[in-house]
């Protein structure tokens, strides 16, 4: 089993900054993809940054510029840094691992999201 696990969120005011950390723990190749998204209700859960497995990224233009997604492949742990925050970032954040498990001789590929940490910005 493979558990995906998100802390950092929280009640912020606008204009500062929170750091969002998501580790994947079990047994686990290293992830291809790590991806943080976010929800609110009544939306469709949203893409905020994407890494790779080879360091590239993705973002979001609604955080392009003031968002930073990292990760540590030894620990499977990806980081996002987010500054300048808005109100219009309030949401559930997840996080989202794709790798491989290998269960009985065979790599199976997983795609595991963690249960969300909510980050709350006042105006």
């Known amino acids: 089993q493979v558990q995906v696990v998100e802390s950092g969120g929280g009640l912020v005011q606008a204009g500062g900054s929170l750091r969002l950390s998501c580790v994947a723990l079990?047994?686990?190749?290293?992830?291809?993809?790590m991806g943080w998204y976010r929800q609110v209700p009544g939306k469709e859960r949203e893409l905020v940054a994407s890494?790779?497995?080879?360091?590239?990224?993705n973002y979001a233009d609604s955080v392009k510029g003031r968002s930073t997604i990292s990760k540590d492949s030894y620990k499977n742990a990806v980081y996002l840094q987010l500054t300048t925050l808005q109100p219009a970032d309030t949401a559930v954040y997840y996080c989202?691992?794709?790798?491989?498990?290998?269960?009985?001789?065979?790599?199976?590929?997983?795609?595991?999201w963690g249960q969300g940490t909510q980050v709350t910005v006042s105006a």
């Open positions: 079990g047994s686990l190749s290293s992830p291809d993809f």
């Open positions: 989202n691992v794709r790798a491989k498990r290998f269960v009985r001789g065979d790599w199976i590929p997983i795609d595991e």
């Open positions: 890494i790779k497995g080879d360091g590239s990224t």
